[in-house]
Nanobody, 115 residues
Framework: QVQLVESGGGLVQPGGSLRLSCAASGNIFNINAMGWYRQAPGKQREFVALLSTRATTNSADFVKGRFTISGDNAKNTVNLQMNSLKFEDTAMYYC?????????WGQGIQVTVSS
């Protein structure tokens, strides 16, 4: 099992920045990738960004140039630096760890962009 705890969310004005962190514990051996997803009210959960253990990254088009995913080599932490936040970035953000045959989710953290 892998336990994931997100932190760093909150309320920010449009154009502002937040840094989300996800701390992992438990059996993180053989984790292949770590990522962030989000779910806005009334919408389906969607992919935001992914970091593989080979240090390759992928991100959704709507966050390219604004959000950056990073992590430590021990896979204990994955971060999401969010800049130039927009109203439409308001959502619950979830951390996800993937291993062949299984995946793990955090409980989520709220990000609200409002003036």
């Amino acid at each position: 099992q892998v336990q994931l705890v997100e932190s760093g969310g909150g309320l920010v004005q449009p154009g502002g920045s937040l840094r989300l962190s996800c701390a992992a514990s438990g059996n993180i051996f053989n984790i292949n990738a770590m990522g962030w997803y989000r779910q806005a009210p009334g919408k389906q959960r969607e992919f935001v960004a992914l970091l593989s253990t080979r240090a390759t990254t992928n991100s959704a088009d709507f966050v390219k140039g604004r959000f950056t995913i990073s992590g430590d080599n021990a896979k204990n932490t994955v971060n999401l630096q969010m800049n130039s936040l927009k109203f439409e970035d308001t959502a619950m953000y979830y951390c996800r760890y993937l291993r062949q045959g299984s995946d793990y989710w955090g409980q989520g953290i709220q990000v609200t962009v409002s003036s």
